[in-house]
């Protein structure tokens, strides 16, 4: 897999994702250029004198007139895939949300992403009134919704923090999908694009703990041994009172004894 590298600076959607997809081996960006393309030409013909009717038009366009809705195979990698999300019409809240929010774009709309546990949702003030939308349906959310859907993830004891209704950045959005594409890579058994998801947000987050343990766990199934147990030390090292701690030490033993076979 080639080197592959963006700044801060240079982050755009959805272009940077495109990218990022096409380096993984998921998808041809250019192919979902094109997708891109036809959408936010389309969607134009929308485009409103008032605020709230165009953001309603453009539920309409995204949900009823093109079919967008949650993809079957939720966790999959063609679900956490922003171009294949373009192409096929069905995603996860993050591709779902990512994809409104540039066709709101288009429209003079601003849309931003809400990153909750879990689950992602859409926000977009007008005339100084929040409206929190779910990508999944394009239906209105309150407050109270939003919170219920922490709980859901967290359990019900899960308090609402405010950090939940700070609109994302670019990097952040792009940190949600690398972590969704991890995850539906590691279920799908392609290891090495789950291991390329970790180095990359760890290229960005080098401190983050428990990236170094997920990143120790694929490295393994890789036969990375010298990886995996690198990535846990560090990971014990830095956490040392961690409840997981213990754990840790014990998959740390058996790498070494597995390493040590292996000689």
Same mark, same amino acid.
């Given at each position: 897999?080639?080197?592959?590298?963006?700044?801060?600076?240079?982050?755009?959607?959805?272009?940077?994702?495109?990218?990022?997809?096409?380096?993984?081996?998921?998808?041809?960006?250019?192919?979902?250029?094109?997708?891109?393309?036809?959408?936010?030409?389309?969607?134009?013909?929308?485009?409103?004198?008032?605020?709230?009717?165009?953001?309603?038009?453009?539920?309409?366009?995204?949900?009823?007139?093109?079919? =967008?809705? /949650? @993809?079957? *195979?939720?966790?999959?990698?063609?679900? %956490?895939?922003?171009?294949?999300?373009?192409? +096929? $019409? #069905?995603?996860?809240?993050?591709?779902?949300?990512?994809?409104?929010?540039?066709?709101?774009?288009?429209?003079?709309?601003?849309?931003?992403?809400?990153?909750?546990?879990?689950?992602?949702?859409?926000?977009?003030?007008?005339?100084?009134?929040?409206?929190?939308?779910?990508?999944?349906?394009?239906?209105?959310?309150?407050?109270?919704?939003?919170?219920?859907?922490?709980?859901?993830?967290?359990?019900?004891?899960?308090?609402?923090?405010?950090?939940?209704?700070?609109?994302?950045?670019?990097?952040?959005?792009?940190?949600?999908?690398?972590?969704?594409?991890?995850?539906?890579?590691?279920?799908?058994?392609? =290891?090495? /694009? @789950?291991? *390329?998801?970790?180095?990359?947000?760890? %290229?960005?987050?080098?401190?983050?703990?428990? +990236? $170094? #343990?997920?990143?120790?766990?694929?490295?393994?199934?890789?036969?990375?041994?010298?990886?995996?147990?690198?990535?846990?030390?560090?990971?014990?090292?830095?956490?040392?009172?961690?409840?997981?701690?213990?754990?840790?030490?014990?998959?740390?033993?058996?790498?070494?004894?597995?390493?040590?076979?292996?000689?």
């Amino acid at each position: 897999m080639k080197q592959f590298s963006f700044s801060d600076e240079s982050l755009t959607l959805p272009d940077s994702a495109f990218e990022l997809l096409e380096h993984l081996g998921f998808n041809a960006a250019e192919q979902a250029k094109w997708a891109w393309f036809e959408l936010s030409g389309a969607v134009l013909s929308r485009y409103l004198a008032d605020e709230e009717a165009r953001l309603r038009a453009l539920l309409s366009f995204f949900y009823q007139e093109r079919g =967008f809705q /949650a @993809a079957e *195979e939720y966790f999959s990698i063609a679900a %956490a895939d922003l171009g294949m999300c373009f192409m +096929l $019409h #069905r995603g996860n809240s993050t591709t779902l949300a990512t994809a409104l929010k540039l066709l709101g774009k288009q429209l003079d709309l601003q849309l931003d992403l809400l990153l909750l546990p879990g689950s992602t949702a859409l926000v977009c003030a007008i005339a100084g009134e929040f409206h929190y939308i779910d990508p999944l349906t394009g239906h209105f959310l309150s407050r109270h919704d939003l919170h219920s859907l922490v709980k859901g993830e967290l359990g019900n004891a899960a308090p609402f923090k405010p950090r939940y209704l700070q609109p994302a950045n670019n990097q952040l959005i792009l940190m949600r999908m690398m972590s969704e594409l991890k995850s539906a890579a590691v279920l799908a058994h392609e =290891f090495e /694009a @789950a291991l *390329e998801c970790c180095n990359l947000m760890l %290229a960005w987050y080098p401190d983050e703990l428990n +990236l $170094h #343990r997920e990143r120790a766990f694929i490295a393994h199934q890789l036969g990375a041994i010298h990886v995996a147990t690198a990535d846990l030390q560090f990971f014990i090292d830095n956490n040392p009172h961690d409840p997981m701690v213990e754990l840790v030490k014990m998959q740390l033993r058996e790498l070494g004894e597995e390493s040590q076979t292996f000689h």
